[in-house]
């Protein structure tokens, strides 16, 4: 009788085993297995508290799993306890569950792209953000206000305008304002490193300083090569006295007013405003938007040239002199013949 049940022990032992074998490659079979009745990516948002068995349902429901048990079992078995985490994700069909359970433990959530062009103020990258619906959470001007986060370089900053940096930003679904505003700072001290520094130390010059008027190189040019001549014009006439007569500044004083209406007048050139450069002299007290890295070396290493006129050809190109009467003489054959601005 004895012998009898040790032998049904060991059979059982052994289907008990091979049970397991069976359900280790199986497991094994559909971890590795690709999945997916169509070629293509499929988006899916992974919510804060849900548990495995709903995980799995979602997952099967938008065709990225055959089997949901499976799924849970070889989760439980091979990966507990790290845990699934929330988020937005995209894979590529077909893809096995293997790949979709190491994405969701490692949270390689979706990441969205949103590349912030040079010589946009911190508003015009707010409305930015909202055209293109780019998924972050709170407001991205209110965001903007947190001078603290270049009091270290800037105790002047009121807000961070001039130091969010122009670059391609991605973030997951859901990211909040403060974190994409905190990066784009990151950035702009990576950018303004020591070396820049030193230089800036060497003209006299604070960091502010130098951000404005590589704001101001910014907006009067999009030529790579012209943004060291018209550093060149500001610097000599700063140097001379000279007032730097920027259009740009007359613009950023007029929308900080909700006056621009898109036309720059010549009784604009009169108005009220420490950032008219027309009235005062010297740089305006802040940056006037927001510049890339071309005008912050531009602002720091201007071109050895005695220019301190230049003028718009029409083209968006400029003509650069060195003499007023020159200048007039360029004045009147490209802004009179083209009805442009004077300079």
Not at 302 to 322: E, I, M
């Amino acid at each position: 009788m004895l012998s009898l049940i040790q032998k049904l022990i060991k059979l059982a032992l052994i289907l008990l085993i091979l049970l397991n074998l069976l359900l280790a490659f199986s497991l094994s079979q559909f971890l590795n297995r690709p999945y997916g009745q169509e070629s293509g990516k499929k988006t899916i948002e992974i919510e804060k508290g849900q548990g495995t068995r709903i995980i799995a349902r979602h997952l099967k429901k938008n065709g990225l799993l055959s089997n949901s048990l499976f799924f849970r079992l070889s989760y439980s078995l091979y990966y507990s306890p790290r845990f699934l985490m929330a988020g937005e994700y995209q894979f590529s069909l077909p893809v096995s569950p293997k790949k979709i359970i190491l994405d969701l433990i490692g949270g390689k959530i979706m990441l969205h792209p949103i590349t912030i062009p040079e010589g946009l103020t911190y508003e015009e990258i707010a409305s930015l953000l909202i055209e293109k619906q780019y998924p972050i959470e709170g407001s991205f001007t209110e965001a903007c206000q947190q001078a603290e986060l270049v009091q270290a370089f800037d105790p002047k900053a009121t807000n961070l305008e001039g130091y969010l940096y122009p670059e391609t930003y991605f973030f997951g679904r859901g990211a909040k304002a403060q974190e994409l505003v905190k990066a784009m700072v990151e950035q702009f001290t990576r950018v303004f490193g020591e070396k820049e520094r030193r230089r800036a130390k060497e003209l006299g010059m604070s960091i502010r300083e130098v951000v404005t008027l590589a704001s101001l190189i910014e907006k009067e040019t999009s030529r790579p090569e012209e943004k060291v001549l018209v550093s060149a014009v500001f610097h000599n006439r700063l140097r001379l006295g000279m007032k730097l007569d920027c259009d740009p500044t007359i613009i950023y004083a007029l929308k900080l007013q909700n006056r621009f209406d898109g036309n720059l007048r010549l009784s604009d050139k009169s108005l009220d405003s420490p950032y008219n450069t027309y009235l005062y002299p010297g740089l305006p007290p802040g940056p006037i938007c927001n510049p890339g890295k071309e005008a912050i070396m531009a602002a720091l290493y201007p071109a050895p040239v005695d220019f301190l006129y230049f003028v718009s050809r029409g083209d968006g190109s400029h003509t650069f002199n060195r003499s007023y009467n020159e200048h007039l003489k360029a004045v009147k054959r490209f802004q009179l013949k083209n009805k442009g601005h004077l300079r």
